[in-house]
């Protein structure tokens, strides 16, 4: 359970990082690309239909799928995505890969929040969804305070690569750490092995049939 919950508010801070991290070097990316500022605003509204897209297509992929594979296929699109975007040479890129990535950025919270809640014991199912929730704020503030470093230092396109270098290597831990919807499992299939061992991991000293 707890490492449910810390997974969750990881991959919420990391996608409220990628969200922000167009908006904090736009100035130096148009400069450098010789992109003018008004036609960054198709990058933005890329963005948004992106996340629209993440949030209707993803988000209810989820109760189809299985919550793991949904939310690992999200990180994945906005770690690869925002790290591509240390590569790009114009508009018409920049416009792809903010869209892909903000379709992952989209699709993530709804995933997680229903691990988190499906996890949480009901005393604290609200407040772990709401911790979870707020992660994404926190991040766009972490988001902020890296910018601030990475970017005088290094240049713009050093901070999309730290910030998507980062996803990937959360996207690996949670390969690796994060279980199933034990509900999920169960609706799927009852006897499925993974719901004992689950179980059995959060309360070792119950009799489970």
Same mark, same amino acid.
């Given at each position: 359970r707890v490492a449910v919950f810390v997974l969750a508010v990881l991959l919420a801070m990391l996608d409220? /990082? =990628?969200n922000v991290t167009l908006g904090l070097v736009a100035p130096a990316l148009s400069a450098e690309l010789q992109i003018p500022k008004t036609d960054l605003a198709s990058v933005f509204t890329a963005t948004l239909i992106g996340l629209t897209v993440?949030?209707?297509?993803?988000? &209810?992929?989820? =109760?189809?799928?299985?919550?793991? &594979?949904?939310?690992?296929? +999200?990180?994945?699109f906005f770690? $690869?995505?925002?790290? !591509? $975007?240390?590569? @790009?040479?114009g508009l018409n890129m920049l416009i792809l890969f903010r869209f892909l990535a903000g379709i992952g950025i989209?699709?993530?919270? &709804?995933? /997680? +929040?229903?691990? @988190?809640?499906?996890?949480?014991?009901?005393k604290h199912r609200q407040t772990g969804v709401l911790v979870v929730s707020g992660g994404i704020a926190a991040g766009a503030m972490l988001g902020g305070i890296l910018a601030s470093? /990475?970017?005088?230092?290094?240049?713009?396109?050093?901070l999309f690569m730290v910030a998507g270098g980062v996803t990937i290597v959360a996207l690996i831990v949670a390969i690796i750490l994060l279980p199933e919807s034990i509900r999920?499992? $169960?609706a799927r299939n009852p006897t499925? &092995? =993974?719901?004992?061992?689950l179980l059995k991991? /959060?309360?070792?000293? !119950?009799d489970i049939p």
């Amino acid at each position: 359970r707890v490492a449910v919950f810390v997974l969750a508010v990881l991959l919420a801070m990391l996608d409220g /990082i =990628d969200n922000v991290t167009l908006g904090l070097v736009a100035p130096a990316l148009s400069a450098e690309l010789q992109i003018p500022k008004t036609d960054l605003a198709s990058v933005f509204t890329a963005t948004l239909i992106g996340l629209t897209v993440g949030a209707m297509v993803l988000g &209810p992929a989820g =109760d189809k799928w299985g919550r793991r &594979p949904a939310t690992l296929a +999200c990180t994945a699109f906005f770690g $690869i995505f925002t790290l !591509a $975007i240390h590569y @790009v040479q114009g508009l018409n890129m920049l416009i792809l890969f903010r869209f892909l990535a903000g379709i992952g950025i989209g699709g993530l919270l &709804p995933n /997680i +929040c229903a691990l @988190v809640s499906e996890y949480s014991p009901n005393k604290h199912r609200q407040t772990g969804v709401l911790v979870v929730s707020g992660g994404i704020a926190a991040g766009a503030m972490l988001g902020g305070i890296l910018a601030s470093f /990475i970017e005088p230092a290094l240049g713009w396109r050093s901070l999309f690569m730290v910030a998507g270098g980062v996803t990937i290597v959360a996207l690996i831990v949670a390969i690796i750490l994060l279980p199933e919807s034990i509900r999920f499992l $169960i609706a799927r299939n009852p006897t499925h &092995p =993974d719901v004992y061992r689950l179980l059995k991991r /959060i309360s070792p000293a !119950a009799d489970i049939p």
